[in-house]
Structures are given as C-alpha cells and as structure tokens.
Nanobody, 115 residues
C-alpha cells in the first residue's frame, strides 16, 4: 500500500485546511485508517482514526470539535478537515492505513499555523 498525503500549507490561526490522502495498491476500505502528526522535537501523535470504513471515528482531545476525518471509499481517499486552526496544530501530518495488523505510512504534509 502506498499513501500520499497532500493539502498542507501555511495559514493564519483560525483558518481552515483540508488534508487528503490517496491510497494505491490496496483499498482503504480493507482496514482502519487515520491521521497522525509530528511537530519538531516531539514524538508522532495520534490525531484521528477509525478501525473500519463507516465505523466510529476517534479523535485526540486536542482536536475534537475542530477536525473531522472522513473517507471516500469510491475514490480510495480519506480527508482531514481542519477548522479553527491553532499554532499548536503546526506539524507534519501523516496518513496511516492499517490492514491485517500491518501499518502503512505515507510521506507527510506540512501544516504551519501562524499566530
């Protein structure tokens, strides 16, 4: 499975961004999927994920109410709609696919939020 994230950029606090992740080689719908992020000097952290397409989506407390993850299985993509962005949301965002206990990661996309 190859994953490619896109949609990052430099925005001001309070703005919105939508990240996208396209999968090739295997369908997203085959397993769980999610988004993680890593800020400079910090460990990669969980942002949002589900265990299967159409299942419950779990969010980190820091993004609840502001971020929405959703899939488009027909296009084998998933998205992360990020609203009310804060400077502390600045990080490289990675999409993840979990199939049969194996995790696949795409190259990240940089999100920078200025105050």
């Amino acid at each position: 499975v190859q994953l490619q994230a896109s949609g990052g950029g430099l925005v001001q606090a309070g703005s919105s961004l939508k990240l996208s992740c396209i999968a090739s080689g295997r369908s997203f719908s085959a397993g769980g999927a999610g988004w993680f992020r890593q800020a400079p000097g910090k460990e990669r952290e969980f942002v949002a994920a589900d265990r299967r397409s159409g299942g419950t989506i779990y969010y980190a407390d820091s993004v609840k109410g502001r971020f929405t993850m959703y899939r488009d299985d027909a296009k084998n993509t998933m998205h992360l709609q990020m609203n009310s962005l804060k400077p502390e949301d600045s990080a490289v965002y990675y999409c993840n696919s979990e199939i049969g206990g194996v995790n696949y990661w795409g190259k990240g996309t940089q999100v920078t939020v200025s105050s």
